[in-house]
């Protein structure tokens, strides 16, 4: 079992929709980033969390430190969206090793 | 836009070749992370290096080697290439020690081996 487990795997949405993609893990973290992939492009750092809720523009992530689980909200979504959408944790492992182990991502689609 | 730059863009070796792929971290940057992505995986952790020092190290064989300079550059060097090595390589700075977790990322490299 992967330490870091996203669903789903694939989502596709009509322009406009409200879009939750989940991420799951099974260590202890310091941190917990969302990433953003366009295709063949590198990778752009949404957000980055330890607690709480965040909110950039119509992106929202929320983290719960004790079940292990964060989601990633799009409100109105927007053709624009459509990327590979990566959780990616930062492990607690109390050293200055500051890797990040990644999930495998969520293809997101967004039809006009 | 993040800062880091990586070098090439696109890389085509024959197996058994050896290649060199550069990174240039953010300004006062102390860290550099290397990841490997496979088509359709998420990234995997290769090695990070700390002030010129290698500072952690993931799953992957000793012809994986990296050097870190005091201008804030990077390099990742693989010898003997394999058809398995075809990925794209990702670089991403950050500054160790501040209780910042942020990392940067570069836009990548992506390496085809024949």
């Known amino acids: 079992k992967n330490e870091v487990e996203q669903s789903p795997q694939n989502l596709t949405a009509q322009e406009g929709e409200f879009i939750t993609i989940n991420c799951s893990y099974s260590?202890?973290?310091?941190?917990l980033h969302w990433l953003q992939q366009h295709p063949g492009g590198g990778i752009v750092s949404l957000f980055m969390?330890?607690?709480g809720k965040k909110k950039h523009g119509r992106l929202i992530a929320t983290i719960n430190i004790q079940e292990k689980h964060s989601s990633l909200h799009i409100t109105a979504s927007h053709p624009r969206d459509s990327a590979v959408y990566i959780c990616a944790v930062l492990r607690d492992s109390g050293g200055s090793n500051y890797k990040l182990t990644f999930g495998k991502g969520t293809l997101l689609t967004v039809n006009p | 836009e993040t800062g880091v730059t990586q070098s090439p863009t696109h890389l085509i070796k024959t197996r058994g070749q050896q290649v060199t792929l550069r990174c240039s971290s953010q300004s006062g940057h102390n860290t550099v992370s290397w990841y490997q992505q496979a088509l359709g995986q998420g990234p995997q952790f290769i090695f990070q290096?700390?002030?010129?020092?290698?500072?952690g190290r993931g799953n992957f064989p000793p012809r994986f080697s990296g050097l870190q300079f005091p201008n804030y550059s990077s390099e990742l060097n693989v010898n003997a290439l394999e058809l398995d090595d075809s990925a794209l390589y990702l670089c991403a700075s950050s500054q160790l020690g501040l209780g910042s977790y942020e990392q940067y990322f570069g836009p990548g490299t992506r390496l085809t081996v024949t």
């Open positions: 969390l330890s607690s």
């Open positions: 260590v202890g973290i310091s941190a």
């Open positions: 290096y700390y002030r010129e020092e290698e500072n």
